[in-house]
């Protein structure tokens, strides 16, 4: 459910990480028609990386690593405030 939103911005990465979980799952067919409902509305977008996009990711990553994080750690990791400076990261 959308809720009251206007507009919903999914980013390409998190659209691809979502179908390779129902590629290896058991339940892809099911999961596909779950994902498309949502996908198909006209408030419902793709958000694309461009350079910028890639240069803060490279950064973020960079901050990250000598945080002492891999690669894979990273969307679940939970970190001190203290031990990143977003405003480094623009």
Same mark, same amino acid.
């Given at each position: 459910? !959308?809720?009251?939103?206007? #507009?919903?911005? =999914? ?9 390779? *979980?129902? %590629? *290896?799952? @058991?339940?892809?067919?099911? +999961? #596909?028609?779950?994902?498309? +409902?949502?996908? +198909?509305?006209? @408030?419902? &977008? =793709?958000? %694309?990386?461009?350079? #910028? @996009?890639?240069?803060? $990711? ?5 901050? !990250?690593?000598? &945080? *002492? ?7 679940? &990791?939970?970190?001190? &405030?203290?031990?990143?400076? =977003?405003? +480094?990261? $623009?």
């Amino acid at each position: 459910m !959308l809720g009251g939103c206007d #507009e919903v911005w =999914i980013p390409f990465v998190v659209l691809a990480e979502m179908k390779a *979980g129902f %590629y *290896g799952g @058991t339940r892809q067919s099911e +999961n #596909e028609s779950l994902l498309l +409902n949502p996908l +198909n509305r006209e @408030t419902v &977008a =793709i958000l %694309y990386a461009d350079r #910028e @996009t890639a240069g803060q $990711y490279a950064r973020l990553f960079v901050q !990250l690593k000598r &945080a *002492g994080l891999r690669c894979r750690e990273f969307p679940s &990791a939970v970190l001190p &405030a203290s031990s990143l400076d =977003i405003r +480094n990261v $623009y």
